[in-house]
T-cell receptor, first 116, second 112 residues
Framework: DAGVIQSPRHEVTEMGQEVTLRCKPI?????LFWYRQTMMRGLELLIY????????DSGMPEDRFSAKMPNASFSTLKIQPSEPRDSAVYFC??????????????FGEGSWLTVV | AQTVTQSQPEMSVQEAETVTLSCTYD???????LFWYKQPPSRQMILVIR??????QNATENRFSVNFQKAAKSFSLKISDSQLGDAAMYFC?????????FGKGTRLHILP
């Protein structure tokens, strides 16, 4: 079975540019999470969705960040405008909420963003 | 608020030996889940093992096992017969409801 698929794997962009990260969760999963990983702050939960609905976006650092999930198989995380301090690895993860096995979340390979 | 603490930023172990990574957490809940994730240099997050708090029996997955001490809020990971491929960052994580909280990680080096 295909895992969580993220794109792009790596992106280098200039400060001020818009960045869009994409995620396809595991088929059948109904919860999706966006995490950011940096050396200083470790793994931070930015936002998560249940059944395509944003539930908690308290981890989104500021208004420059936005996330959408238009359907069960696709989500985007957008940064506009990007800043050097946004450089990090961004992970998407998903799970099937509502069963015992759904207590485990599965991660994509991450999108490594560098803003210069 | 729940917190997860990994007190060992780095550890080293000789190949084929056993190593234990420590994790403590703080919660007032009685029903939750605990996980260990491995992150190799590729950066992918890989689930190693999970433990349900309501289960007294310690989880085991091949060479990986945990020592879950609920009263002490301790959840250590033991890796037996360490292999070069075990070199990675290891993250302890706590889950209650929808949120998973991660520790800062322990970088494990395997010495040949």
């Amino acid at each position: 079975d295909a895992g969580v698929i993220q794109s792009p794997r790596h992106e280098v962009t200039e400060m001020g540019q818009e960045v869009t990260l994409r995620c396809k969760p595991i088929s059948g999963h109904n919860s999706l999470f966006w995490y950011r990983q940096t050396m200083m702050r470790g793994l931070e939960l930015l936002i998560y969705f249940n059944n395509n609905v944003p539930i908690d976006d308290s981890g989104m650092p500021e208004d420059r960040f936005s996330a959408k999930m238009p359907n069960a198989s696709f989500s985007t995380l957008k940064i506009q405008p990007s800043e050097p301090r946004d450089s990090a690895v961004y992970f998407c993860a998903s799970r099937f909420r509502g069963t015992d096995s759904g207590n485990t979340i599965y991660f994509g390979e991450g999108s490594w963003l560098t803003v210069v | 608020a729940q917190t997860v603490t990994q007190s060992q930023p780095e550890m080293s172990v000789q190949e084929a030996e056993t190593v234990t990574l420590s994790c403590t957490y703080d919660t007032s809940e009685s029903d939750y889940y605990l996980f260990w994730y491995k992150q190799p240099p590729s950066r992918q997050m890989i689930l190693v093992i999970r433990q349900e708090a309501y289960k007294q029996q310690n989880a085991t997955e091949n060479r990986f096992s945990v020592n879950f001490q609920k009263a002490a809020k301790s959840f250590s990971l033991k890796i037996s017969d360490s292999q070069l491929g075990d070199a990675a960052m290891y993250f302890c994580a706590y889950k209650r409801d929808d949120k998973i909280i991660f520790g800062k990680g322990t970088r494990l080096h395997i010495l040949p």
